[in-house]
Protein backbone atom coordinates (compact mmCIF):
# COMPACT_ATOMS: atom_id res chain seq x y z
CA UNK A 1 0.00 0.00 0.00
CA UNK A 2 1.79 3.74 -0.45
CA UNK A 3 2.17 5.73 2.09
CA UNK A 4 1.13 9.29 2.38
CA UNK A 5 3.43 11.93 1.67
CA UNK A 6 5.74 12.95 4.72
CA UNK A 7 3.79 16.57 5.33
CA UNK A 8 0.73 14.84 5.31
CA UNK A 9 1.06 12.31 8.56
CA UNK A 10 3.36 15.32 9.70
CA UNK A 11 0.44 17.89 9.71
CA UNK A 12 -1.63 14.01 10.91
CA UNK A 13 0.47 13.96 13.90
CA UNK A 14 0.71 17.71 15.36
CA UNK A 15 -3.44 17.82 14.23
CA UNK A 16 -4.00 14.74 16.56
CA UNK A 17 -1.16 15.80 19.55
CA UNK A 18 -3.34 18.99 19.85
CA UNK A 19 -6.92 16.82 20.14
CA UNK A 20 -8.02 16.16 23.53
CA UNK A 21 -7.31 12.44 24.57
CA UNK A 22 -11.57 11.63 24.65
CA UNK A 23 -12.50 12.93 21.59
CA UNK A 24 -9.78 11.00 20.16
CA UNK A 25 -11.11 7.63 21.46
CA UNK A 26 -8.55 5.97 22.29
CA UNK A 27 -9.50 5.98 26.23
CA UNK A 28 -11.41 8.39 28.48
CA UNK A 29 -14.98 8.42 29.03
CA UNK A 30 -16.00 9.09 25.68
CA UNK A 31 -16.07 5.99 23.95
CA UNK A 32 -16.44 5.94 20.15
CA UNK A 33 -19.57 4.73 18.77
CA UNK A 34 -18.92 1.18 17.87
CA UNK A 35 -19.57 0.16 13.93
CA UNK A 36 -22.80 -1.29 12.98
CA UNK A 37 -22.19 -4.12 10.39
CA UNK A 38 -23.77 -3.03 7.36
CA UNK A 39 -25.44 -5.76 4.88
CA UNK A 40 -23.54 -4.46 1.31
CA UNK A 41 -26.83 -3.15 -1.08
CA UNK A 42 -25.26 -0.64 -3.27
CA UNK A 43 -24.14 -1.60 -6.32
CA UNK A 44 -20.15 -0.33 -5.23
CA UNK A 45 -20.75 -2.18 -2.13
CA UNK A 46 -21.52 -5.44 -3.60
CA UNK A 47 -18.93 -5.27 -6.30
CA UNK A 48 -16.42 -4.47 -3.14
CA UNK A 49 -17.64 -7.59 -0.84
CA UNK A 50 -17.08 -9.46 -3.80
CA UNK A 51 -13.81 -8.37 -4.77
CA UNK A 52 -13.15 -9.11 -0.98
CA UNK A 53 -14.87 -12.01 -1.25
CA UNK A 54 -12.92 -13.60 -4.13
CA UNK A 55 -15.94 -14.04 -6.43
CA UNK A 56 -17.03 -12.44 -9.45
CA UNK A 57 -20.36 -12.08 -9.59
CA UNK A 58 -21.76 -13.33 -12.99
CA UNK A 59 -23.92 -10.83 -14.95
CA UNK A 60 -26.97 -13.09 -15.09
CA UNK A 61 -26.73 -13.50 -11.23
CA UNK A 62 -26.17 -9.39 -10.26
CA UNK A 63 -30.11 -8.72 -10.01
CA UNK A 64 -30.63 -12.18 -8.13
CA UNK A 65 -27.59 -11.55 -5.57
CA UNK A 66 -28.98 -7.67 -5.06
CA UNK A 67 -32.28 -9.40 -4.38
CA UNK A 68 -31.44 -11.62 -1.74
CA UNK A 69 -29.26 -9.40 -0.22
CA UNK A 70 -31.94 -6.75 0.07
CA UNK A 71 -34.05 -9.63 1.42
CA UNK A 72 -30.59 -9.84 4.05
CA UNK A 73 -30.52 -6.29 5.42
CA UNK A 74 -34.28 -6.25 6.13
CA UNK A 75 -32.84 -9.54 8.33
CA UNK A 76 -30.31 -7.90 9.85
CA UNK A 77 -32.93 -4.44 10.33
CA UNK A 78 -35.32 -6.79 11.88
CA UNK A 79 -32.78 -9.15 14.36
CA UNK A 80 -32.05 -5.51 15.40
CA UNK A 81 -35.25 -4.86 16.51
CA UNK A 82 -36.12 -2.70 13.69
CA UNK A 83 -39.75 -2.99 11.78
CA UNK A 84 -38.41 -4.38 8.44
CA UNK B 1 -45.67 -51.32 3.79
CA UNK B 2 -45.62 -52.91 6.78
CA UNK B 3 -43.84 -50.88 9.32
CA UNK B 4 -40.06 -50.90 10.48
CA UNK B 5 -40.57 -52.85 13.77
CA UNK B 6 -42.94 -54.91 12.05
CA UNK B 7 -40.57 -56.38 9.26
CA UNK B 8 -37.79 -56.80 11.59
CA UNK B 9 -39.80 -59.00 13.88
CA UNK B 10 -40.34 -60.88 11.00
CA UNK B 11 -36.86 -61.28 9.59
CA UNK B 12 -35.61 -62.15 13.11
CA UNK B 13 -38.08 -64.57 13.55
CA UNK B 14 -37.29 -66.38 10.38
CA UNK B 15 -40.97 -65.93 9.10
CA UNK B 16 -39.69 -64.01 6.13
CA UNK B 17 -36.30 -63.39 4.17
CA UNK B 18 -34.27 -60.27 4.33
CA UNK B 19 -33.96 -60.81 0.91
CA UNK B 20 -37.73 -61.39 -0.04
CA UNK B 21 -38.66 -57.96 1.83
CA UNK B 22 -35.69 -56.06 -0.42
CA UNK B 23 -36.97 -58.18 -3.80
CA UNK B 24 -40.63 -56.74 -2.96
CA UNK B 25 -39.31 -53.22 -1.91
CA UNK B 26 -37.36 -52.73 -5.24
CA UNK B 27 -40.27 -54.11 -7.04
CA UNK B 28 -42.78 -51.63 -5.51
CA UNK B 29 -39.73 -48.85 -5.93
CA UNK B 30 -39.47 -49.70 -9.85
CA UNK B 31 -42.98 -49.67 -10.46
CA UNK B 32 -44.39 -46.58 -8.66
CA UNK B 33 -41.76 -44.65 -8.02
CA UNK B 34 -41.10 -42.92 -11.31
CA UNK B 35 -44.08 -40.22 -11.31
CA UNK B 36 -42.70 -38.65 -7.56
CA UNK B 37 -38.90 -38.20 -8.15
CA UNK B 38 -37.98 -39.60 -5.23
CA UNK B 39 -35.57 -41.67 -5.97
CA UNK B 40 -31.59 -40.08 -7.19
CA UNK B 41 -29.76 -43.58 -7.24
CA UNK B 42 -31.19 -47.02 -6.74
CA UNK B 43 -28.62 -49.22 -4.75
CA UNK B 44 -29.45 -52.90 -5.32
CA UNK B 45 -26.20 -54.05 -5.28
CA UNK B 46 -25.22 -52.53 -2.12
CA UNK B 47 -28.80 -53.16 -0.77
CA UNK B 48 -28.50 -57.42 -1.98
CA UNK B 49 -25.59 -57.49 -0.15
CA UNK B 50 -26.34 -56.19 2.77
CA UNK B 51 -30.23 -58.35 2.82
CA UNK B 52 -28.11 -61.40 1.94
CA UNK B 53 -25.52 -61.02 5.00
CA UNK B 54 -28.47 -60.33 7.34
CA UNK B 55 -29.98 -64.08 6.34
CA UNK B 56 -26.67 -65.75 6.39
CA UNK B 57 -26.78 -64.48 10.53
CA UNK B 58 -30.54 -65.61 10.77
CA UNK B 59 -29.65 -68.76 9.30
CA UNK B 60 -26.21 -68.98 12.15
CA UNK B 61 -28.69 -67.94 14.69
CA UNK B 62 -27.01 -64.59 15.37
CA UNK B 63 -29.17 -61.96 16.58
CA UNK B 64 -28.93 -59.11 12.95
CA UNK B 65 -29.90 -56.82 15.10
CA UNK B 66 -33.17 -54.51 16.02
CA UNK B 67 -33.76 -53.15 12.15
CA UNK B 68 -33.29 -56.57 10.70
CA UNK B 69 -33.90 -56.20 6.61
CA UNK B 70 -35.81 -53.28 7.42
CA UNK B 71 -34.92 -51.25 3.52
CA UNK B 72 -34.43 -47.49 3.79
CA UNK B 73 -33.10 -44.87 1.86
CA UNK B 74 -31.17 -41.10 3.04
CA UNK B 75 -31.29 -38.25 1.68
CA UNK B 76 -28.71 -37.66 -1.06
CA UNK B 77 -25.98 -35.91 1.51
CA UNK B 78 -24.51 -38.95 3.71
CA UNK B 79 -21.66 -40.29 2.90
CA UNK B 80 -21.76 -43.87 1.47
CA UNK B 81 -18.70 -45.79 0.89
CA UNK B 82 -17.32 -46.10 -2.90
CA UNK B 83 -19.80 -43.50 -4.06
CA UNK B 84 -19.74 -39.76 -4.78
CA UNK B 85 -21.95 -37.50 -1.92
CA UNK B 86 -23.40 -35.25 -4.53
CA UNK B 87 -26.05 -33.16 -1.70
CA UNK B 88 -28.27 -32.36 -4.86
CA UNK B 89 -25.94 -30.55 -7.18
CA UNK B 90 -24.14 -31.48 -10.34
CA UNK B 91 -21.48 -29.77 -9.03
CA UNK B 92 -19.97 -32.63 -7.02
CA UNK B 93 -21.92 -35.51 -9.12
CA UNK B 94 -18.30 -36.54 -10.37
CA UNK B 95 -16.62 -35.65 -6.81
CA UNK B 96 -14.16 -38.58 -5.49
CA UNK B 97 -16.01 -41.59 -4.02
CA UNK B 98 -16.37 -41.71 -0.07
CA UNK B 99 -14.14 -43.71 1.49
CA UNK B 100 -16.54 -44.52 4.41
CA UNK B 101 -20.28 -44.19 5.01
CA UNK B 102 -21.68 -41.34 7.31
CA UNK B 103 -21.79 -42.89 10.94
CA UNK B 104 -25.57 -42.44 10.63
CA UNK B 105 -26.03 -44.98 7.56
CA UNK B 106 -23.08 -47.67 9.85
CA UNK B 107 -25.12 -47.61 12.80
CA UNK B 108 -28.54 -48.49 10.99
CA UNK B 109 -26.02 -51.03 9.16
CA UNK B 110 -24.90 -52.51 12.12
CA UNK B 111 -28.99 -52.91 13.40
CA UNK B 112 -29.78 -54.72 10.25
CA UNK B 113 -31.00 -52.27 8.40
CA UNK B 114 -30.84 -52.27 4.22
CA UNK B 115 -30.33 -49.19 2.51
CA UNK B 116 -31.85 -49.46 -1.13
CA UNK B 117 -31.55 -45.84 -2.30
CA UNK B 118 -30.00 -42.02 -2.32
CA UNK B 119 -32.87 -39.60 -2.48
CA UNK B 120 -33.82 -36.50 -3.76
CA UNK B 121 -32.99 -32.72 -1.91
CA UNK B 122 -32.86 -28.79 -2.63
CA UNK B 123 -29.33 -28.52 -3.82
CA UNK B 124 -26.87 -28.20 -0.42
CA UNK B 125 -30.30 -28.17 1.30
CA UNK B 126 -31.43 -24.80 0.64
CA UNK B 127 -34.98 -24.61 0.65
CA UNK B 128 -38.05 -26.04 1.47
CA UNK B 129 -39.69 -27.32 -1.58
CA UNK B 130 -36.75 -29.78 -3.00
CA UNK B 131 -37.42 -27.76 -6.57
CA UNK B 132 -33.76 -29.01 -7.83
CA UNK B 133 -32.20 -28.50 -11.28
CA UNK B 134 -30.51 -31.62 -11.98
CA UNK B 135 -32.94 -34.37 -10.29
CA UNK B 136 -36.29 -32.64 -10.89
CA UNK B 137 -39.22 -31.41 -8.19
CA UNK B 138 -40.01 -34.29 -5.51
CA UNK B 139 -44.22 -34.23 -5.68
CA UNK B 140 -46.58 -35.11 -3.07
CA UNK B 141 -47.84 -38.75 -3.11
CA UNK B 142 -51.00 -37.39 -1.64
CA UNK B 143 -51.21 -35.32 -4.72
CA UNK B 144 -48.63 -35.49 -7.68
CA UNK B 145 -50.03 -31.64 -8.67
CA UNK B 146 -48.37 -30.42 -5.15
CA UNK B 147 -44.46 -30.27 -3.26
CA UNK B 148 -43.42 -32.58 -1.16
CA UNK B 149 -41.61 -30.15 0.64
CA UNK B 150 -37.94 -29.53 1.40
CA UNK B 151 -35.35 -29.59 1.59
CA UNK B 152 -35.78 -33.56 2.52
CA UNK B 153 -38.38 -34.17 -0.11
CA UNK B 154 -37.45 -37.29 -1.22
CA UNK B 155 -37.16 -39.06 2.01
CA UNK B 156 -40.45 -37.81 2.77
CA UNK B 157 -42.24 -38.44 -0.52
CA UNK B 158 -41.21 -42.18 -0.43
CA UNK B 159 -41.88 -42.98 2.64
CA UNK B 160 -44.97 -41.41 2.30
CA UNK B 161 -46.38 -43.34 -0.55
CA UNK B 162 -45.45 -46.66 1.73
CA UNK B 163 -42.26 -47.72 -0.72
CA UNK B 164 -39.76 -47.54 2.43
CA UNK B 165 -40.84 -48.24 6.00
CA UNK B 166 -38.53 -45.44 7.08
CA UNK B 167 -35.73 -42.75 5.62
CA UNK B 168 -33.13 -40.55 7.05
CA UNK B 169 -32.89 -36.89 6.14
CA UNK B 170 -31.32 -33.28 7.55
CA UNK B 171 -32.98 -30.27 9.16
CA UNK B 172 -31.59 -27.16 9.31
CA UNK B 173 -34.47 -24.88 9.39
CA UNK B 174 -37.36 -27.17 9.18
CA UNK B 175 -36.31 -29.73 6.24
CA UNK B 176 -37.21 -32.60 7.96
CA UNK B 177 -40.36 -31.07 9.35
CA UNK B 178 -41.82 -29.21 6.86
CA UNK B 179 -41.98 -31.98 4.56
CA UNK B 180 -43.02 -34.55 7.35
CA UNK B 181 -46.19 -32.32 7.90
CA UNK B 182 -46.66 -31.88 3.79
CA UNK B 183 -46.62 -35.66 3.68
CA UNK B 184 -48.32 -36.58 6.58
CA UNK B 185 -45.20 -38.45 8.31
CA UNK B 186 -43.60 -38.38 11.58
CA UNK B 187 -39.88 -36.76 11.28
CA UNK B 188 -37.92 -35.56 13.93
CA UNK B 189 -35.22 -33.18 14.32
CA UNK B 190 -33.35 -33.96 17.51
CA UNK B 191 -31.80 -31.85 20.26
CA UNK B 192 -29.38 -29.91 18.43
CA UNK B 193 -25.81 -32.23 17.62
CA UNK B 194 -27.46 -35.37 19.20
CA UNK B 195 -27.76 -37.72 16.63
CA UNK B 196 -23.93 -37.89 14.25
CA UNK B 197 -23.34 -35.54 11.78
CA UNK B 198 -20.08 -37.24 10.84
CA UNK B 199 -20.46 -38.05 7.37
CA UNK B 200 -23.15 -35.33 6.58
CA UNK B 201 -22.46 -32.87 3.90
CA UNK B 202 -23.10 -29.69 6.33
CA UNK B 203 -24.89 -26.43 5.20
CA UNK B 204 -25.09 -24.38 7.91
CA UNK B 205 -23.04 -25.65 10.92
CA UNK B 206 -24.70 -24.04 13.72
CA UNK B 207 -27.93 -25.72 13.38
CA UNK B 208 -27.79 -28.56 11.01
CA UNK B 209 -29.15 -32.17 12.19
CA UNK B 210 -30.37 -35.05 10.86
CA UNK B 211 -33.25 -37.17 11.63
CA UNK B 212 -35.56 -40.05 10.77
CA UNK B 213 -39.13 -39.82 9.00
CA UNK B 214 -41.49 -42.81 9.75
CA UNK B 215 -44.89 -43.91 9.67
CA UNK B 216 -45.49 -44.49 13.58
CA UNK B 217 -44.35 -42.64 16.51
CA UNK B 218 -42.78 -46.66 17.51
CA UNK B 219 -41.06 -47.13 14.48
CA UNK B 220 -39.65 -43.32 14.94
CA UNK B 221 -38.37 -44.37 18.74
CA UNK B 222 -36.88 -47.40 17.26
CA UNK B 223 -34.66 -45.32 14.69
CA UNK B 224 -34.06 -42.89 17.47
CA UNK B 225 -32.47 -45.14 19.91
CA UNK B 226 -30.48 -46.88 16.67
CA UNK B 227 -29.06 -43.60 15.96
CA UNK B 228 -28.11 -42.47 19.27
CA UNK B 229 -27.37 -45.24 20.63
CA UNK B 230 -29.67 -44.81 23.45
CA UNK B 231 -33.05 -46.13 24.87
CA UNK B 232 -35.86 -43.44 25.65
CA UNK B 233 -36.98 -43.20 28.97
CA UNK B 234 -39.67 -40.66 29.78
CA UNK B 235 -39.96 -38.29 32.71
CA UNK B 236 -42.84 -39.77 35.53
CA UNK B 237 -46.30 -38.16 35.65
CA UNK B 238 -48.37 -36.43 33.49
CA UNK B 239 -46.74 -34.70 30.81
CA UNK B 240 -46.86 -30.70 31.54
CA UNK B 241 -47.85 -29.30 28.40
CA UNK B 242 -48.08 -25.37 27.18
CA UNK B 243 -49.86 -23.95 23.20
CA UNK B 244 -47.11 -21.42 21.47
CA UNK B 245 -49.15 -18.35 20.85
CA UNK B 246 -48.11 -15.33 18.97
CA UNK B 247 -46.72 -15.75 15.40
CA UNK B 248 -46.91 -19.97 15.61
CA UNK B 249 -51.20 -18.67 15.73
CA UNK B 250 -51.21 -16.01 13.50
CA UNK B 251 -50.10 -18.39 10.39
CA UNK B 252 -51.39 -21.44 10.71
CA UNK B 253 -54.29 -23.27 9.34
CA UNK B 254 -57.23 -23.39 11.72
CA UNK B 255 -57.62 -27.50 11.73
CA UNK B 256 -53.91 -26.82 13.10
CA UNK B 257 -54.99 -24.19 16.42
CA UNK B 258 -57.94 -26.63 16.56
CA UNK B 259 -56.46 -29.83 16.96
CA UNK B 260 -53.82 -28.09 19.64
CA UNK B 261 -56.69 -26.31 21.30
CA UNK B 262 -58.62 -30.25 21.30
CA UNK B 263 -55.16 -31.63 22.71
CA UNK B 264 -54.68 -29.39 25.38
CA UNK B 265 -57.56 -27.20 26.12
CA UNK B 266 -56.25 -25.89 29.59
CA UNK B 267 -52.69 -25.86 28.66
CA UNK B 268 -51.47 -22.25 29.12
CA UNK B 269 -50.44 -20.03 25.94
CA UNK B 270 -47.00 -19.48 26.15
CA UNK B 271 -45.37 -16.78 23.56
CA UNK B 272 -41.89 -16.95 22.62
CA UNK B 273 -40.22 -13.47 22.98
CA UNK B 274 -39.06 -11.70 19.57
CA UNK B 275 -39.69 -14.56 17.60
CA UNK B 276 -39.47 -12.45 14.16
CA UNK B 277 -35.70 -11.56 15.56
CA UNK B 278 -34.65 -15.24 16.07
CA UNK B 279 -36.06 -16.23 12.94
CA UNK B 280 -34.40 -13.03 11.06
CA UNK B 281 -30.83 -13.81 12.98
CA UNK B 282 -31.38 -17.47 11.48
CA UNK B 283 -32.27 -16.19 8.62
CA UNK B 284 -28.15 -14.36 8.23
CA UNK B 285 -26.58 -17.24 10.51
CA UNK B 286 -27.50 -19.69 7.52
CA UNK B 287 -26.88 -17.26 4.43
CA UNK B 288 -23.88 -16.31 6.28
CA UNK B 289 -22.67 -20.33 7.00
CA UNK B 290 -24.07 -21.54 3.69
CA UNK B 291 -22.33 -19.10 1.68
CA UNK B 292 -19.09 -19.43 3.06
CA UNK B 293 -19.30 -22.87 2.62
CA UNK B 294 -19.32 -22.99 -1.13
CA UNK B 295 -17.04 -19.90 -1.33
CA UNK B 296 -14.19 -21.79 -3.48
CA UNK B 297 -16.57 -23.54 -5.69
CA UNK B 298 -18.72 -20.20 -6.16
CA UNK B 299 -15.67 -18.53 -7.06
CA UNK B 300 -14.76 -20.52 -10.11
CA UNK B 301 -17.72 -21.91 -11.18
CA UNK B 302 -20.96 -20.27 -10.03
CA UNK B 303 -22.95 -20.99 -13.25
CA UNK B 304 -23.21 -24.47 -12.77
CA UNK B 305 -24.86 -24.24 -9.24
CA UNK B 306 -29.00 -25.15 -9.37
CA UNK B 307 -29.95 -20.86 -10.16
CA UNK B 308 -32.26 -21.66 -6.99
CA UNK B 309 -29.88 -21.74 -4.84
CA UNK B 310 -26.65 -20.72 -6.37
CA UNK B 311 -28.30 -16.44 -5.84
CA UNK B 312 -28.85 -16.99 -2.62
CA UNK B 313 -25.65 -18.73 -1.45
CA UNK B 314 -23.53 -15.35 -3.13
CA UNK B 315 -24.99 -13.17 -1.45
CA UNK B 316 -24.63 -15.08 1.31
CA UNK B 317 -21.27 -15.25 0.85
CA UNK B 318 -20.59 -10.97 1.20
CA UNK B 319 -22.07 -10.85 4.31
CA UNK B 320 -19.56 -9.45 7.08
CA UNK B 321 -18.43 -10.94 9.45
CA UNK B 322 -19.16 -8.60 11.82
CA UNK B 323 -23.34 -8.77 11.01
CA UNK B 324 -22.43 -12.85 11.59
CA UNK B 325 -20.89 -12.81 15.03
CA UNK B 326 -23.55 -10.32 15.99
CA UNK B 327 -26.06 -12.82 14.91
CA UNK B 328 -24.39 -15.26 16.95
CA UNK B 329 -24.73 -13.20 19.80
CA UNK B 330 -27.72 -12.23 19.81
CA UNK B 331 -28.36 -16.47 19.48
CA UNK B 332 -26.48 -17.39 22.28
CA UNK B 333 -28.59 -14.94 24.48
CA UNK B 334 -31.43 -16.46 23.15
CA UNK B 335 -31.15 -19.68 23.83
CA UNK B 336 -30.49 -19.60 27.21
CA UNK B 337 -33.41 -17.38 27.60
CA UNK B 338 -35.88 -19.99 26.06
CA UNK B 339 -34.79 -22.73 28.24
CA UNK B 340 -35.46 -20.48 30.66
CA UNK B 341 -39.06 -19.83 29.90
CA UNK B 342 -39.49 -23.27 28.81
CA UNK B 343 -38.05 -25.56 31.51
CA UNK B 344 -41.30 -26.39 33.39
CA UNK B 345 -42.47 -27.79 30.37
CA UNK B 346 -41.89 -31.41 28.56
CA UNK B 347 -44.14 -30.48 25.30
CA UNK B 348 -44.75 -27.30 23.31
CA UNK B 349 -47.69 -27.31 20.92
CA UNK B 350 -47.07 -25.58 17.72
CA UNK B 351 -47.69 -25.98 13.49
CA UNK B 352 -44.97 -27.49 11.80
CA UNK B 353 -46.39 -25.70 8.58
CA UNK B 354 -48.39 -22.68 7.70
CA UNK B 355 -50.58 -24.19 5.33
CA UNK B 356 -51.03 -27.57 3.08
CA UNK B 357 -48.85 -28.32 0.74
CA UNK B 358 -48.55 -25.89 -1.99
CA UNK B 359 -48.94 -26.14 -5.87
CA UNK B 360 -45.96 -27.59 -7.78
CA UNK B 361 -47.29 -25.03 -10.56
CA UNK B 362 -47.38 -21.94 -7.94
CA UNK B 363 -44.76 -22.35 -5.02
CA UNK B 364 -46.03 -19.97 -3.10
CA UNK B 365 -47.94 -19.31 0.33
CA UNK B 366 -50.05 -17.14 2.23
CA UNK B 367 -47.92 -15.27 5.00
CA UNK B 368 -49.27 -12.42 7.02
CA UNK B 369 -51.55 -11.70 4.33
CA UNK B 370 -49.06 -11.59 1.28
CA UNK B 371 -47.88 -14.04 -1.06
CA UNK B 372 -44.82 -15.31 -0.23
CA UNK B 373 -41.92 -18.42 -1.81
CA UNK B 374 -42.60 -21.34 -0.40
CA UNK B 375 -38.72 -22.54 -0.73
CA UNK B 376 -37.69 -19.88 1.76
CA UNK B 377 -40.64 -19.24 3.93
CA UNK B 378 -42.54 -22.75 4.60
CA UNK B 379 -40.03 -23.05 7.40
CA UNK B 380 -41.66 -19.91 9.33
CA UNK B 381 -42.70 -21.92 12.62
CA UNK B 382 -39.81 -24.29 12.34
CA UNK B 383 -36.91 -22.15 11.70
CA UNK B 384 -37.32 -20.65 15.10
CA UNK B 385 -36.93 -23.76 17.31
CA UNK B 386 -33.84 -24.41 15.50
CA UNK B 387 -32.63 -21.42 16.55
CA UNK B 388 -33.04 -22.64 20.44
CA UNK B 389 -31.72 -25.91 19.63
CA UNK B 390 -34.32 -27.77 20.88
CA UNK B 391 -35.37 -31.46 19.67
CA UNK B 392 -38.70 -31.14 17.52
CA UNK B 393 -41.12 -34.12 16.58
CA UNK B 394 -43.52 -33.27 13.53
CA UNK B 395 -46.61 -35.14 13.64
CA UNK B 396 -49.14 -35.64 10.73
CA UNK B 397 -52.72 -34.99 12.12
CA UNK B 398 -54.54 -38.12 11.17
CA UNK B 399 -57.19 -36.80 8.59
CA UNK B 400 -57.81 -39.47 6.05
CA UNK B 401 -58.71 -37.71 2.23
CA UNK B 402 -57.60 -34.31 2.99
CA UNK B 403 -54.00 -32.86 2.41
CA UNK B 404 -51.72 -34.00 5.21
CA UNK B 405 -50.77 -31.01 7.76
CA UNK B 406 -48.76 -31.39 10.50
CA UNK B 407 -47.99 -30.01 14.63
CA UNK B 408 -44.43 -29.98 16.26
CA UNK B 409 -44.03 -31.09 19.08
CA UNK B 410 -41.21 -29.35 20.72
CA UNK B 411 -39.22 -30.71 24.20
CA UNK B 412 -36.78 -29.38 26.38
CA UNK B 413 -33.22 -30.29 25.24
CA UNK B 414 -32.64 -33.78 25.25
CA UNK B 415 -36.21 -34.45 26.04
CA UNK B 416 -37.05 -36.76 23.35
CA UNK B 417 -38.75 -39.25 25.08
CA UNK B 418 -41.11 -37.54 26.88
CA UNK B 419 -41.99 -36.49 23.01
CA UNK B 420 -42.49 -39.92 21.68
CA UNK B 421 -44.53 -40.56 24.90
CA UNK B 422 -46.51 -37.73 24.19
CA UNK B 423 -47.02 -38.63 20.49
CA UNK B 424 -47.79 -42.04 21.45
CA UNK B 425 -51.03 -40.85 23.71
CA UNK B 426 -52.38 -38.53 21.03
CA UNK B 427 -51.68 -41.79 18.51
CA UNK B 428 -53.87 -43.52 21.04
CA UNK B 429 -56.37 -41.21 20.59
CA UNK B 430 -56.84 -40.82 16.72
CA UNK B 431 -55.75 -37.40 17.05
CA UNK B 432 -52.27 -38.12 15.15
CA UNK B 433 -51.33 -40.71 12.65
CA UNK B 434 -50.07 -41.88 9.41
CA UNK B 435 -53.06 -43.82 7.89
CA UNK B 436 -52.84 -45.67 4.67
CA UNK B 437 -50.45 -44.61 2.13
CA UNK B 438 -51.76 -42.79 -0.70
CA UNK B 439 -53.31 -44.67 -4.02
CA UNK B 440 -51.61 -41.87 -6.13
CA UNK B 441 -47.94 -42.81 -5.92
Given at each position: MPRAPFFHRLRLAISRWFTPRAARGDEGDVAPAPAVAQVPQAPEEIAEAAVAAGIVIPEACAPGVAANLALLASHAERMRGGGA | MKSAAEIASAVRGGQISAMQVLEECLDAIKDREAPL???????EDRAREEAGRIDVMVGNGADPGPLAGVPYGVKDLFDLAG????AGSAIYADAPAATADAEAVARLRDAGAVLVATLNMDEFA??????????GTTRNPHDPSRLAGGSSGGSAAIVAAGLLPLSLGSDTNGSIRVPASLTGLYGLKPS????PLAGVFPFAESFDDIGPFTRSVSDMQLVWEVLGGKTAVPAGGAPRVARLGGRFRENADPDQIAAIDAIAPDAPLVELPDIARARSAAFLITAFEGGNLHREALAKQ?????PATRDRLIAGSLLPRALYEEAQAFRAEYRARIEALVADFDVLLAPATPCVAPTVEDPRIMIDGKLSPARADLGIHTQPISFTGLPSLAVP????GVLPLGLQLIGRPHGEADLFRFAAQLEERGIIGSGAPPVAA
Open positions: - | IAVTRLLLPTSYGFATINATFHADLAMEFDLYRP
